[in-house]
């Protein structure tokens, strides 16, 4: 009698735990069926990837593909609307995770830490981390950054006590940590909250140095006050293939995403698209996106 009643609170149990685990692998597109919607989220403060225009309707690189998903999505479930969600870096793979997002679109670098809460599309993009300085912040910097060649041999060390902001909540912080080492004892770092504060904290000369993905530096520079008195690393310190954050354990969406965002490279569109958001560099752009994408 009493092996009979174990077994019955043990077959209990599994039907429980098969019961949430299918409730919480629900498929996506399921999801977004039942609600007519597609969240799409966003990070505001990762041009040209992802921000906010005048209006304050979202924009950037990644919310055109984003938007390209979309496209496949409707297909699939027609009248389905689509609903721009702002949100940080920090909170958006917990809300893609929780379900309260569909898509994550910004700069976000694919790593393996990050896939144990999320999955990712394929490559959309492919940067490392860099800095952006002034032409006169302290030699050694632009020696560590820009490759420059010092002048004297205590040229390399540091003069002063330097500081060099980076972008809370990134992977470039630890980064950029590991990359000055023992060598450089006296530079502190100092997080910033966007990456529109650290400029504007360079430009003040409250730091020496802004480090983040080079492709957001670009950008930043553009939006400098006096974009002449800057100047933007060309030493990469690492490997930065960015995708758009899904769900976990849902093959179906993922399979979905990479086949719309494979049909757009293939396109005439896709060049015209990086022309628009990274210039001349859009053709070296294509040719290494088109290299890492996932063929038909």
Not at 128 to 135: N, P, V
Request: charged share 25%.
């Amino acid at each position: 009698m009493l092996a009979k009643c174990m077994r019955r609170l043990v077959l209990a149990g599994l039907i429980l735990c098969v019961s949430a685990y299918l409730a919480a692998a629900a498929q996506a597109l399921d999801l977004i069926a039942q609600k007519g919607t597609v969240r799409i989220g966003y990070i505001a403060d990762e041009a040209p990837f992802s921000f906010k225009k005048k209006d304050g309707s979202p924009a950037g690189y990644t919310i055109d593909l984003c938007g390209k998903i979309a496209d496949e999505i409707g297909n699939k479930i027609p009248n389905v609307k689509r609903e721009y969600v702002e949100t940080t870096l920090a909170d958006g793979f917990n809300a893609v995770k929780t379900g309260q997002i569909d898509l994550l679109c910004g700069a976000i670098t694919i790593n393996l830490a990050r896939r144990e809460t999320v999955d990712f599309s394929q490559l959309i993009f492919l940067t490392g981390a860099s800095a952006l300085l002034r032409k006169d912040s302290p030699e050694y910097l632009q020696i560590l950054f820009l490759d420059k060649r010092p002048v004297r041999t205590v040229d390399a060390q540091s003069p002063k006590a330097s500081v060099i902001g980076v972008r809370s909540d990134t992977t470039t912080g630890a980064t950029l940590r590991e990359a000055l080492g023992n060598d450089v004892p006296k530079t502190r770092v100092a997080d910033f909250a966007a990456h529109q504060d650290g400029l504007e904290a360079l430009e003040d000369h409250r730091i020496d140095a802004y480090f983040a993905d080079r492709a957001l530096l670009i950008s930043l520079a553009g939006r400098a006050r006096n974009r002449a008195a800057l100047a933007i690393g060309n030493r990469l310190f690492t490997h930065e293939p960015y995708g758009i954050a899904l769900p976990r354990d849902d093959s179906t969406f993922r399979l979905l995403a990479d086949q719309a965002l494979t049909a757009f490279y293939q396109s005439d569109d896709f060049p015209k698209l990086l022309k628009t958001y990274f210039g001349d560099e859009a053709p070296i752009l294509r040719s290494e996106i088109l290299m890492q994408s996932i063929p038909q």
